[in-house]
């Protein structure tokens, strides 16, 4: 769920945006591709080709639908998109490990996703 | 068999309509709360075509001084009845 | 499209309510959602003002407030494909399937009696 509560901050060169408890953006207009790779960085994750694009699906289904996917819809949404071969949750589990719906929403700046634990 | 469980009364509601396109012919149906108004012969006539599976709840009857007021054709149960009725179903859907 | 296919789904829940007027609708929908999220086999039924929710072209509220249309869209993406209606509710509103935003299955009360015996668990909101 979105919250609006600001925990602390991410801060950038660009400049200082707020994060809520679970570490998700307070303000989703603030997301910039600079603010994915500071989020990506406190994940220990580099984002590759492969990352962004798996991003700009979940930005692309918010976008359309108001709510940030579970894993299930997040599968199905990327194989859509990118194919079958990337459309599978090992593929995700591997970009964005322990928990990619939940760890790929807040890169993408989206709330946190409704529908799962 | 499914337990129908209605808890509005007929008077003011029409979830009584939608309890009754959901319900087999073997289905009953169960009147509690402010559902048991639909057990007295005024508007007993709305669950026309369930004799034998209409009941409503003694409990919430005897609350709201309507016990002695129900129509023949009701089988009031208590909670233990009520506790009865749904082993007897496969499951129970309520209506509110 | 009354025919007689078997509903395998787990889960039935039963719609009621119209989009904003109570947040029925929307706690109806998120049930739906979690338990198709973890994989359950979940049918959609509207019944009465429910029906109201499958009607096209949907807007925020006066004051921004979110609907329920955009859902109602993202439903498939959770696989969930059995979207039933109630024919009497449909009636009532002056409507026939061929309004709607989605594409349903409407049901004649014996249909509907058949639908609630086959799921194993029914929700009401």
């Known amino acids: 769920m979105a919250t609006?509560?600001?925990?602390?901050?991410?801060?950038?060169?660009?400049?200082?945006?707020?994060?809520?408890?679970?570490?998700?953006?307070?303000?989703?207009?603030?997301?910039?591709?600079?603010v994915a790779e500071a989020l990506a960085h406190e994940e220990g994750i580099t984002l590759t080709e492969e990352?962004?694009?798996?991003?700009?699906?979940?930005?692309?289904?918010?976008?359309?639908?108001?709510?940030?996917?579970?894993?299930?819809?997040?599968?199905?949404?990327?194989g859509q998109a990118l194919g079958a071969e990337k459309g599978r949750s090992i593929h995700l589990m591997r970009l964005f490990p322990d928990s990619p719906a939940k760890v790929a929403a807040r890169l993408a700046g989206l709330p946190k996703p409704t529908h799962c634990l | 068999m499914l337990l129908h469980v209605v808890n509005r009364s007929p008077a003011t509601s029409r979830v009584y309509q939608q309890a009754l396109s959901g319900m087999s012919p073997d289905d009953r149906l169960l009147l509690i709360e402010d559902g048991v108004q639909g057990a007295l012969p005024q508007l007993v006539r709305y669950y026309?075509?369930?004799?034998?599976?209409?009941?409503?709840l003694k409990e919430d009857l005897e609350s709201r001084g309507l016990l002695g007021h129900c129509d023949a054709s009701v089988q009031v149960v208590d909670v233990d009845g009520f506790v009865d009725l749904t082993e007897e179903a496969e499951r129970t859907v309520s209506w509110y | 499209m009354q025919d007689h296919h078997h509903y395998d789904s787990d889960l039935l829940v039963i719609l009621r309510h119209g989009p904003h007027g109570s947040s029925w609708l929307?706690?109806?929908?998120?049930?739906?959602?979690?338990?198709?999220?973890?994989?359950?086999?979940?049918?959609?039924?509207?019944?009465?003002?429910?029906?109201?929710a499958l009607m096209p072209c949907q807007k925020k509220g006066p004051l921004?407030?979110?609907?329920?249309?955009?859902?109602?869209?993202?439903?498939?993406?959770?696989?969930?494909?059995?979207?039933?209606?109630?024919?009497?509710g449909l009636?009532?509103?002056?409507?026939?399937?061929?309004?709607?935003?989605?594409?349903?299955?409407?049901?004649?009360?014996?249909?509907?009696?058949r639908v609630f015996a086959e799921h194993r668990l029914v929700l009401t909101f």
């Not at chain 1, 609006?4 to 997301?31: C, F, S």
């Not at chain 2, 026309?48 to 409503?56: D, P, T, V």
């Not at chain 3, 859902?71 to 039933?84: G, H, K, N, Q, R």
């Open chain 1, 4 to 34: 609006t509560e600001i925990y602390r901050y991410l801060t950038i060169k660009k400049g200082k945006y707020a994060l809520d408890p679970e570490g998700y953006l307070v303000n989703m207009n603030d997301w910039s591709p600079d």
């Open chain 1, 51 to 78: 990352h962004w694009e798996v991003l700009q699906v979940l930005r692309d289904f918010y976008a359309r639908y108001e709510m940030a996917p579970a894993m299930r819809p997040l599968v199905k949404a990327v």
């Open chain 2, 48 to 56: 026309a075509g369930l004799e034998g599976r209409l009941f409503a």
């Open chain 3, 26 to 52: 929307k706690e109806g929908l998120d049930a739906a959602l979690v338990a198709a999220a973890f994989g359950r086999r979940v049918s959609l039924l509207f019944m009465g003002e429910g029906v109201a």
């Open chain 3, 64 to 88: 921004g407030q979110k609907g329920t249309a955009e859902t109602l869209e993202m439903l498939e993406m959770y696989d969930i494909d059995s979207l039933l209606v109630e024919e009497q």
């Open chain 3, 91 to 113: 009636s009532c509103l002056g409507l026939s399937s061929d309004d709607l935003m989605l594409e349903v299955t409407s049901l004649s009360p014996p249909a509907l009696a």
